[in-house]
């Protein structure tokens, strides 16, 4: 889970004039920014550590970061987790060329990511969906973004549970690949324990 904490040099919130952090961060605290620190100004900056750095250098700053960040940079938490959501996500991934990273291997707790396309016709996306209740495969995630190459054309990123080494997740991607105009695997990663 994310936790944003309000840095600064000072170890209360009295008399900060600016906040600065990433954009994803502002956003991810707007309503408690809003409530406490209304007339901050919101400095949108590179990176939550560059926002801390900014911070170490303006007694009258403040930055969203982590409670690493605060040990990093020697500034105080003076209001911690002040995320608008107690269970912030975030997800990162690790993008590269096949040859530089061997996929893992199987740890009985993955998720698999897929990205597809399929016709634009009445069911199609309700096709997709039966490789998977056919295998027994779980969709963890299912999420459209617009092609660029027409209108009404969509992709659909969709998460499934398990690894591709397993019968049953291997048998669910090659039935939905047969349905697909458009079909890769992004990857697959063993699942974060929260």
């Known amino acids: 889970m994310i936790r944003h904490h309000l ?23 707007q309503e408690w920014l809003a409530r406490h620190l209304p ?16 911070a170490t250098e303006h007694a009258n700053w403040a930055a ?9 940079y020697g500034l105080h938490i ?5 995320q608008d959501q107690a269970h912030n996500r975030t997800r990162f991934g690790v993008i590269c060329l096949p040859q530089t990273l061997e996929a893992p291997a199987a740890s009985g707790k993955d998720c698999t990511s897929v990205v597809v396309s399929v016709p634009n016709r ?7 969906l039966n490789p ?20 009404w054309e969509y992709f659909f990123y969709i998460d499934l549970d398990g690894h591709p080494s397993q019968p049953n997740v291997a048998a669910a991607l090659h039935d939905l690949q ?17």
Request: net charge positive.
């Open 132 to 151: 998977l209740k056919l295998h027994g495969v779980s969709m963890t995630r299912f999420e459209s973004r617009p092609a660029r190459s027409a209108q």
């Open 39 to 54: 007339d901050a100004q919101r400095h949108a900056v590179s990176s939550n550590a560059e926002g801390a750095r900014l």
């Open 178 to 194: 047969s349905l697909c105009g458009f079909f890769k695997v992004l990857g697959t990663f063993p699942v974060a324990e929260a």
């Open 64 to 72: 969203i970061a982590s409670e690493r960040a605060s040990s990093e």
């Open 7 to 29: 840095l600064r040099l000072s170890p209360d919130v009295s008399g900060i004039e600016a906040v600065a952090a990433h954009p994803q961060a502002l956003a991810q605290c």
């Open 122 to 128: 009445p069911g199609a996306v309700h096709d997709l």
């Open 78 to 82: 003076a209001a911690r987790a002040i």
